[in-house]
T-cell receptor, first 115, second 115 residues
């Protein structure tokens, strides 16, 4: 069974600063993908970034980067130059590849960006 | 390109009734998954459909059912509603099985309140 653990229920950051959201995972599958989604108060889940288990380099997408440490089974999201619009819930998810597309989500981290 | 659309956006039902939720995937996407989000249980996988076939099902009672049509649109049905079925129901679409990364893109969700 796959599991995602997000240990930070809430995080605060000052505008324009960087913030790291933690995610650890557990899986017995050799091939998997890790995803981060953002959920504003409106409810829609917005895809941010993806990291494959065999990817050699850490993923980056604009202000988002993923600090992937496979041996430690962690996939932390780094948001650089935080903006007020980054205030939202952030979910880490894992997907087994080669089979079902099912995503297993963590409980999420609520990020608040202060002006 | 239009995103995933879900109808209705909000719904109020009473216990014992049934409800049908609809999801239209992104054009060209053939895979649709459904998730239930509640404050207590978080995001939980309901079902996954590809080419009108259910590929995977989460751990939900038989009152929860779904289907996918030939145009990839999907519906889910909940019969004999219970108070605990109050939740945000999210639909996600992807291109379909490709043996690798299958990013799911989510719709805005349907907020169901059962009284």
């Amino acid at each position: 069974a796959q599991k995602i653990t997000q240990t930070q229920p809430g995080m605060f950051v000052q505008e324009k600063e960087a913030v790291t959201l933690d995610c650890t995972y557990d899986t017995s599958d050799p091939s998997y993908g890790l995803f981060w989604y953002k959920q504003p108060s409106s409810g829609e889940m917005i895809f941010l970034i993806y990291q494959g288990s065999y990817d050699q380099q850490n993923a980056t997408e604009g202000r988002y980067s993923l600090n992937f440490q496979k041996a430690r089974k962690s996939a932390n999201l780094v948001i650089s130059a935080s903006q007020l619009g980054d205030s939202a819930m952030y979910f880490c998810a894992i997907q087994n590849q080669g089979g079902s597309e099912k995503l297993v989500f963590g409980k999420g981290t609520k990020l608040t960006v202060n002006p | 390109k239009a995103g995933v659309t879900q109808t209705p956006r909000y719904l109020i039902k009473t216990r014992g009734q049934q409800v049908t939720l609809s999801c239209s995937p992104i054009s060209g996407h053939r895979s649709v998954s459904w998730y239930q989000q509640t404050p207590g249980q978080g995001l939980q996988f309901l079902f996954e459909y590809f080419s009108e076939t259910q590929r995977n099902k989460g751990n939900f009672p038989g009152r929860f059912s779904g289907r996918q049509f030939s145009n990839s649109r999907s519906e889910m049905n909940v019969s004999t509603l219970e108070l605990g079925d109050s939740a945000l129901y999210l639909c996600a679409s992807s291109l379909g099985p490709a043996g690798g990364r299958e990013t799911q893109y989510f719709g805005p969700g349907t907020r169901l309140l059962v009284l």
